[in-house]
């Protein structure tokens, strides 16, 4: 069980000169010097194209023992009509190299649109396309829904058959959904600010972490908005991913940094 805070991508003009990247460092040396500082990082590029082979290479070599990229998978599967019919983007997906990670290669999060409603049959078709493994490497798939029809018992029971995290998304417009479904949690934190040096304050940044010690450890915190029974989310355990993704994205990985803190002082 570990539990990895992280950023989303490396490459961002705010963070240079001093911010996060020392002055002077060069931008091909953005992502090592990430990587030495946080667990994880989300890429947001796959989300818009295919990458090649020896990029994912690339990335696995600049990138210490440990760290994990996650993928945020393409548009052209989850921004359509009807999600049963995205099989064939995503083979082209699972098919572009990301084997090349190895042992870096963390979740692949599928993001749905805020506007995509919960429809029994092309929800549990959609989860039985996401593939097991990828040249004998197990894959782990999240999900992120939006509007508040996927807060419904099947949904949370369709997520759990398949082995699917449902992502817990600070963000407005999507229903925060607490329940657990796999052996990993998935955490978008998007409510950071600008005027707050950490991104969350204090307070904030404990929360988060008493979620996350509490998901690495298998149970069900209090308080949190779960959409079918509590009890069921208890049990789970595994590592544990969490994203300071967006809001003020200069705060990022201070963020990320402090909540990794806050974490060390709760083992």
Known sequence: M?????????????????TFYPEGLRQADELSYAAERLGAIEVNGTFYRLQKPESFAKWRDETPAGFVFALKGSRFVTNRKD???AGESIDKFIGQGIAELDDKLGPIL??????????????????ALLPAE???????????????????PQFVDLAREAGVAIVWSEDEGRAPIADRTA?????????????????????GLARIAEMCREWAAGTAPDGLPYAHDRAGSTGYGGDVFAFMINGAKERAPAAAMALAEQLEGLQ
């Open 2 to 18: 570990t539990i990895r805070t992280g950023i989303g991508g490396w490459t961002y003009p705010d963070w240079r000169g001093g």
């Open 83 to 85: 999600l049963s019919q």
């Open 110 to 127: 599928w993001q749905l649109a805020k506007t995509k409603r919960f429809e029994r049959d092309e929800t549990a078709a959609f989860l």
């Open 134 to 152: 990828v040249a004998g490497l197990p894959l782990r798939h999240a999900i992120e829904v939006g509007h508040d029809s996927f807060a419904c």
């Open 183 to 203: 052996g990993f949690a998935y955490l978008r934190c998007q409510k950071m600010r600008s005027e707050c040096e950490t991104g969350y304050d204090g307070e």
